[in-house]
Structure formats: C-alpha cells, structure tokens
C-alpha cells in the first residue's frame, strides 16, 4: 500500500532552510505498513535547497505563489508542475496522503495570505500541490501532519486509508457482482459506525447492481463509501455497532457473560475503557463460537493492530 508524503516529514532535507521536519512516530510504526511515495512540490520545481521562502499573495480566488525576496512570481510555473505531479501519482495508486502544515506549496488550509504592502490579510489560504491533489482525487484520504497526532484524527483517517486499499483491491478489471456484495457485506458493520445513512443507500445501489452499467456502479459505489467513511464514527456509533455486535450471541452466551460484555459496552460508552477493549471481547466471543460472518467484519480489524489506533480512551 503507498502513502504520499511531503518529503520533509520523512526526514529528507527539503526544505527551504536545508532542514526537514521528520514525524519519528508516524515514519517508524506507519512505515513498517506502507510505501511512502514523497513529493517535494519546491525542489522538484526547480527551486533547490536551501531557497528563499515563498508565500501566498493576493485576493480570494485570485491566490499567487511568490518568492518575496527576487520579486518572482512562481503561480503558473507552480501551477503546471503541480497538475503534472498530480497526474503522474494517479498512476501509483495511492491510498492516501500526508502534507505538511503551513507550507504554500503542501499546506491543506488556514495558510497565511499576504497583501502585496508584505502584511498578513487573512488566513484561508491553501497550498498550491495540495490544491492540486484535492481536485484531482477529492475523495481520497488527505490529512496533515499535525492532526495525526490527535488520537481520534489519527484513527479516522488510517481507517479510511485501509478501506480505500481494500475497495481498490475489489474493483480490478473483471471485478463480478457477487464480489462487490460480499464487500460490502464484510464493510456494514464499519459503515454503520461513520454513517448509517450512507451505509444504507450503499446497500441499495448494490441491490440494484444488475440495472446499471458496472462503470457507474464501480464509480458511485467507490464514491459513497469515501464519503461514508469520511464522516466521523463517534463514541455512540460505535458503541451501537458494539450493541449490535453482542446480537450475534443473544443466545450463546449465559446471562453473567452477556451482563459481562454489555457492562464492558457501557464502560466504552462512559469513555472509562478504550474501544479496543470492547472489540477484542467481541472477537473473542466470535473466535469462540466460529462466527466466521463476524470474524470477517472489516470494523474488528480495519487497520493492523501493531498501529494501536483504538487504544485512545
Ligand atoms: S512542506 Fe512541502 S514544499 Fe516544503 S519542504 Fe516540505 S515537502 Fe517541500
């Protein structure tokens, strides 16, 4: 599976002070699961290392790339490298991206925006390679650096990478129709816990998966579900989906394991344990009395456990 990275958060010495801004801990554990595919919009524009900094110009619709201290205008310049760079990385199939705050090339937003006097007018500005690569693929997953360092983001978008890699692997020339219901039956549970609504007209397009071309429905299948997962599973959704993970053995287990394992719901709901408390519970469950309908659940393992995404309170 490959990640696209702003170059300097590997530790590559881009940036325009000849340093880098390496993410030991998203490098070392994400890295033993991913290729990183690194892009330096600067340096690979030409402008070398060290450089004088660029920054964002002009008016709301009108933003301009400039280098300050020579007077250079770099928008256009910027502009077709970046949609070039953009194609080209269409062609490594990657499952999401991580750029770096604050840049006017990587930055995905809030940027500083300058007035030509050289004073700060506002903060909405993005970068002009991350501008790019948000029209090209808006729904693959994109995140910045800084945000991975909050649990909850941190978890949301390793999932949505996971699932964007998995839905890539369903839809190869000659995918059939009984491939894509068994996705998606394995992903319900998953959905269910970003967004219900979308989990269900999901489960409608593929009921009528013989009606429409399989072009439209690959394309609004692949669409729907980035969308679903894109939207935030919340400690109540999940512990709903958790709920309906213990129906499965309504009737295997005991009333002291059920009260067991409803309580240990309800100490997640309370934010007391972290989700991965419940969940390895349900494997277990699962494991114990060969539900292999569950144990295929993507939503028990949607990214590999060593990334300890779930163990946030
Ligand atoms: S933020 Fe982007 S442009 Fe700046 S050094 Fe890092 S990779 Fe290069």
Known sequence: MRIGISACLLGQRVRYDGGHKRQDSLVETVGRHVEWVPVCPEVELGLGTPRPTLRLEGPPGDLRLVMPSRGEDLTRRMRRWAKARVRALGREELAGFVLKKGSPSCGVARLPVYGESGRRTRRDGVGFFAAALLEAFP???????????????????????????????????????????AFHEREKLLLLAHDPAGRRSLGQLVARGTELPRAELAARYRKGFAQALARRATVAKHAKVLRRCLGYFERRLDAGERAELSACIADYRRRLVPLVVPVTRIKHCARRFALDSLLAQSYLDPHPQELMLRNHA
């Open 139 to 181: 729904d693959l997953p994109v995140e910045e650096e800084h945000r991975l360092c909050d649990p909850a983001l941190r978890e949301s978008f390793f999932v949505r990478v996971f699932a964007t890699q998995r839905l890539r692997g369903l839809f190869r020339p000659r995918w059939r129709l009984e491939e894509l219901e």
